[in-house]
């Protein structure tokens, strides 16, 4: 059972910069969910253990995934944030879960969750 560990949320303004981090693991598949109350939870983005990534479209541009070996941490680059990528972004491991091109891995393809954090943007 793989504990995945959040951290970096917090509170920004619109056009501000945050960094989301996550333990990794050597599972094939990585990636970072949010959820709104009220609202189902969508994918942001994924990287594969080579290091592919893939993105929804309202953060390509904006946000970058990617494995920090080194530190054995997988890292979220947020910048240009919105008042609409507020909500709690939760870190997900799919053990055997292959990236393919097409659409993010759905939510119920993850074996693994964090408990989640935080971001606000807001004015």
């Known amino acids: 059972q793989e504990q995945m560990v959040e951290s970096g949320g917090g509170a920004v303004r619109p056009g501000e910069s945050l960094t989301l981090r996550c333990e990794a693991s050597t599972s094939a598949c990585m990636g970072w969910f949010r959820q709104v109350p009220g609202h189902e939870r969508e994918g942001v983005a994924a990287?594969?253990?080579?290091?592919?990534?893939r993105y929804n479209d309202s953060v390509k541009g904006r946000f970058t995934i990617f494995k920090d070996k080194f530190k054995n941490t997988m890292i979220l680059e947020m910048s240009n944030l919105k008042p609409e990528d507020t909500g709690t972004y939760y870190c997900?491991?799919?053990?055997?879960?292959?990236?393919?091109?097409?659409?993010?891995?759905?939510?119920?393809?993850?074996?693994?969750w964090g408990q989640g954090v935080l971001v606000t943007v807001s004015s």
């Open positions: 990287v594969a253990l080579a290091g592919r990534s």
């Open positions: 997900a491991a799919g053990e055997w879960l292959l990236l393919i091109p097409g659409p993010l891995p759905r939510e119920d393809q993850y074996e693994y």
